[in-house]
Nanobody, 120 residues
């Protein structure tokens, strides 16, 4: 059974930095992309960014482009979200996600989420 465990969430000041981690376990499973979503109170879950697991290419939502960076460490089955210069509007629960194949239009696996709160 695939498990995604996020860590690194917490309270950060606007303009600071924070790094989230997501470790995948559960044996061998197809993994075309891994990425991050977030959900703020009263809002729908939204896409943050994703990394192509084999090629390392990244794609970001416009709202975080230039401030957030996604990377992966293949040997550790881990994906990271480096949050630089966060803003109060980045406050949300951040979820790690896995797309099993190139034709997956939505994630196949989800983590449990980690809270990020950005203070002004």
């Amino acid at each position: 059974q695939v498990q995604l465990v996020e860590s690194g969430g917490g309270l950060v000041q606007a303009g600071g930095s924070l790094r989230l981690s997501c470790a995948a376990s559960g044996g061998t499973f197809n993994r075309h992309r891994m990425g991050w979503f977030r959900q703020a109170p009263g809002k729908e879950r939204e896409f943050v960014g994703v990394v192509n697991w084999s090629l390392g290419r990244t794609y970001y939502a416009d709202s975080v482009k230039g401030r957030f960076t996604i990377s992966r460490e293949i040997a550790k089955n881990t994906v990271y979200l480096q949050m630089n210069s966060p803003k109060p509007e980045d406050t949300a629960i951040y979820y790690c996600a896995v797309y099993k194949s190139s034709i997956s239009s939505s994630p196949d696996y989800w983590g449990q989420g980690t809270q990020v709160t950005v203070s002004s």
